[in-house]
């Protein structure tokens, strides 16, 4: 495994250059022309056109409008995603996708995307141990691994120039690409001058758009490890934190046990001890009036139980999880922080989940877990740096989808307009390419390829955490097995054959034994020399 990963590390280093951005389109040219329709490589045509993939086309971006919450227009490089960047962009047909129409959508595989596949996430604590030390490993390869096909930008669109003179993009590792595109989305708007900032704008949390968001987030986590590794069975797990009284997970073993230096930092003994966070000084970035440029900060922190417990007095029950899953809006009222009785507002941790209504001072649900872990997921725009993040984001994806499927909500009840900026149906979600938009992921993840273990009935549930698991690693090794089950026929059929020799041998001496003790014997019958039964001794 270590070999492998090794291996991965350096062709990826070696494949690097410095061009969320797609590489191909990170330069001036991308810039000034505002296109970004790379050549998928399959058939040499911009988005795979000469296959019938896709097409390179205008974006259109949603008219309807937003909130009163962001009251700007023109300033921020993530209004109407991406027209600051790119205002054409591959469409991809089918069952094709990736920014240059070169993959496949979610859940589906094979050379012509047509095979549609489930994929099981199952809780960690379930995983056998081999796989919890595959996952971390996974983990590990991504923090040290520059990303093959994306780059951030470390300045605004306005410093880069007119025309794209002055792009100014940087290379990252594949984890951290995520950390950073968190804190993009996350970030306060830049009004001019230092520390002039709007904080009251997030294009994937406080409104309608959060669960669709992290859907996708995940989904493409998921898919740039599988991508990373070549092991197209990986899933993230999920950390089932209802009712739990402690960090069931921060074991060194698992996500890193507590220090015991200092109860903020982790373990020696974990291999998180030694990564580095990144855009975790948002003030700083505020008062720079500069983007976070994914330089090392400090080591990751977490502290978990040592919080402020007048604002989360214990992780979420089951009872709390039940009764938000039984609120019948998704959305409601304002569609913000503010709103009561809304499942998505509930969920999030803005409002009761005993009584729906909003409240202030509390964090509860979704938010409760981030203020217990005390220390890196804390803070919003640097939370994903903890790889805690993926778990917990996993288990609350998986509430998401109990949500939809007890209530099978029609596409209409999803805001088609006036939720806060970002978070209409018809946006794209920021700050992602290819494009997504927001109401085309208020669905069940069964249309995705992936499902929840605990979600499943017991028998189902057995065959998915037990059997599952070890058809894939058989489907990983058939070759193997063929080899070694075709030698160990062979092996059994000399053995079966050593056998009989010898037994005929032991039976031939026997008879000279007993001939030479009692006489001639003769045959009672003419019969072939193997039919020891037909003969009898005379006296």
């Not at 009251?71 to 996708?97: K, M, S, V």
């Not at 017991?458 to 698991?469: H, I, K």
Request: net charge negative; proline share 5%.
């Amino acid at each position: 495994m270590w070999i492998l990963c090794v291996t991965v590390v350096l062709l990826q280093l070696l494949g690097a250059c410095v061009c969320q951005f797609p590489r191909p389109c990170a330069n001036s040219e991308g810039l000034r022309t505002k296109e970004c329709c790379p050549v998928w490589d399959g058939d040499g045509s911009a988005c795979g056109a000469l296959s019938g993939r896709g097409f390179c086309t205008e974006v259109e971006v949603s008219e309807e409008p937003h909130g009163p919450q962001y009251p700007h227009t023109g300033i921020d490089d993530r209004e109407r995603w991406p027209l600051a960047f790119f205002n054409r962009t591959c469409r991809c047909a089918g069952n094709y996708g990736g920014v240059d129409c070169g993959e496949c959508r979610f859940g589906y595989r094979g050379s012509n995307c047509a095979e549609y596949r489930e994929s099981m996430r199952r809780n960690i604590l379930t995983l056998s141990i081999p796989e919890q030390q595959k996952f971390i490993s996974y983990l590990n390869l991504a923090k040290n691994t520059i990303s093959r096909d994306y780059v951030i930008a470390t300045a605004t669109r306005q410093e880069m120039g007119e025309n794209g003179e002055n792009p100014m993009f940087s290379d990252i590792n594949t984890y951290d690409l995520f950390v950073w595109m968190h804190y993009y989305v996350s970030r306060d708007a830049f009004l001019g001058g230092a520390g002039n900032v709007w904080t009251d704008i997030d294009f994937a949390h406080e409104s309608a758009a959060f669960l669709p968001w992290h859907r996708v987030f995940l989904l493409n986590w998921e898919h740039e490890i599988r991508k990373l590794t070549g092991d197209f069975n990986f899933t993230i797990p999920y950390w089932d934190w209802r009712d739990a009284t402690a960090c069931d997970v921060c074991t060194d073993a698992l996500m890193g046990g507590r220090s015991g230096l200092s109860p903020d930092l982790l373990s020696p003994g974990s291999i998180f001890s030694s990564w580095k966070v990144i855009c975790t000084q948002p003030d700083e970035y505020n008062n720079r009036e500069a983007l976070c440029n994914a330089t090392g900060e400090g080591p990751l922190l977490r502290n978990p139980g040592n919080h402020d417990t007048t604002r989360v007095a214990r992780l979420p029950t089951r009872a709390e999880v039940d009764f938000t899953v039984g609120l019948a809006e998704y959305e409601t009222e304002t569609m913000d922080r503010f709103s009561n009785r809304s499942f998505r507002n509930v969920l999030e941790g803005f409002a009761s989940p005993e009584t729906g209504f909003a409240i202030s001072g509390q964090s509860t649900m979704h938010n409760a877990l981030h203020v217990f872990m005390n220390g890196s997921m804390s803070s919003v725009q640097g939370s994903a740096n903890d790889p805690i993040f993926l778990l917990h984001h996993a288990f609350i994806d998986s509430i998401f989808e109990r949500w939809l499927r007890t209530h099978q909500p029609l596409r209409a009840s999803y805001p088609r307009a006036n939720a806060p900026i970002g978070h209409n149906d018809g946006y794209y979600m920021v700050p992602f390419m290819p494009l997504y938009r927001n109401g085309d992921y208020f669905l069940s993840n069964k249309a995705l390829g992936y499902e929840y273990a605990y979600l499943l009935d017991p028998g189902q549930r057995f065959m998915q955490e037990v059997l599952t698991p070890y058809l894939q690693q058989a489907e990983e090794i058939w070759q193997w097995l063929l080899g070694a089950g075709l030698l160990g026929a062979l092996l059994a059929a000399i053995l079966a054959a050593l056998a009989v020799v010898t037994r005929r041998k032991w039976k031939r001496n026997q008879r000279r034994k007993r001939a030479s003790s009692y006489g001639e014997k003769q045959p009672l019958l003419q019969s072939s020399s193997e039919e020891g039964s037909s003969y009898q001794t005379t006296f």
